[in-house]
């Protein structure tokens, strides 16, 4: 359904440029999403994490192999998906250029775009990122891109997205989901990344646990 939203904000409001995301390379995004995209004609760009390829619930190196034979475009998730922020410079580092590396060995074509594991952004990234060979680094911060800046932003996509809502998202109309995303980021940077990473790193671990 968010497929035809954005199919109906393109005949809405002739220049839609989307850009459509998936993280993390779960094995659902082989099985649910891809031939949905064959079948409207889309491409996405799938950030996968080269650490967890193979285990459960994560998509495996054929199915990135999969993704390319598709169209479809792979970035970096990082090496191990670790929260950059609280990464000394080396880690972050080989994060970037280990999977960057290993990726690109497997699709044969160069990765140029990261997605940040949490959104979290350490000092730098910029830097950091353009020293690796990356060209674009996906935010979670909720927003337009700016062509002109090396950070994207996003917007994600939750179970109270409707396809009403994707609509003014795209056509930028306003967007009440919009508003209230990025007000919930506010609020996030302003608690400071150390200790909301705490809290994510929790969840992560219980979720790892629960779904793992
Ligand atoms: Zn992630």
């Known amino acids: 359904m968010y497929l035809e939203a954005i199919d109906e904000a393109r005949v809405a409001s002739g220049a839609v440029d989307v850009m459509i995301t998936f993280d993390d390379g779960n094995a659902s995004d082989i099985e649910l999403a891809l031939s949905e995209l064959v079948s409207s004609k889309k491409t996405a760009s799938f950030f996968i994490v080269p650490s967890l390829v193979g285990s459960k619930g994560y998509m495996t190196w054929d199915d990135v192999v999969t993704l390319r034979m598709h169209g479809m475009v792979v970035g970096s998730h990082t090496l191990s998906h670790r929260n950059l922020a609280l990464c000394d410079p080396r880690t972050i580092a080989s994060e970037l250029t280990e999977s960057r590396a290993m990726i690109q060995t497997v699709t044969g074509v160069s990765v140029d775009a990261l997605a940040l594991p949490g959104g979290f952004a350490p000092r730098g990234i910029g830097r950091y990122a353009k020293e690796a060979g990356y060209s674009c680094v996906l935010t979670s911060r909720p927003g337009y891109w700016d062509r002109r800046s090396l950070l994207v932003p996003r917007v994600c996509a939750r179970p109270t997205l409707t396809p009403t809502e994707l609509r003014a998202v795209l056509t930028g109309t306003g967007s009440a ?21 705490m809290v994510y790193d929790v969840w992560c671990r219980w979720r790892d646990r629960v779904i793992g």
């Open 177 to 197: 989901y919009l508003r209230y995303e990025q007000v919930k980021y506010m609020a996030r940077s302003a608690i400071g990344p150390r200790v909301f990473s």
